[in-house]
């Protein structure tokens, strides 16, 4: 939904909120008076941010898993020297 900017004449307050195209505010959120005006605003888009290289999905769990691989073999080692009685 979009975010549309009000202004209130009673307590001099602006405000922001989010409605639908269809609604229209009757009040103010502040102060409860009826004299508000809709400011004229700029509408933002907001865009996904390439990645210079982006990553596979699950590569960080991948990555995680072939480090320990190697530290699970190097203890897997130390326990097989190891002679217990």
């Given at each position: 939904?979009?975010?549309?900017s009000?202004?209130?004449e ?8 989010t ?5 229209r505010l009757?009040?103010c ?19 996904k941010k390439?990645?210079?290289?982006p990553?596979k999905v ?13 530290q699970?073999?190097n203890?897997?080692?130390k326990?097989?020297?190891?002679e217990?009685k």
């Open positions: 939904m979009p975010k549309y009000y202004f209130c009673s307590c001099k307050n602006g405000f922001e909120i409605h639908s195209i269809k609604e009757e009040k959120e502040i102060c409860g008076d009826i004299a508000i005006r809709k400011l004229p605003c700029i509408p933002t888009y907001l865009t390439k990645e210079e290289n990553r699950g590569s960080v769990v991948e990555e995680y898993i072939e480090k320990n691989k190697e699970l073999k203890e897997k080692k326990l097989k020297e190891v217990y």
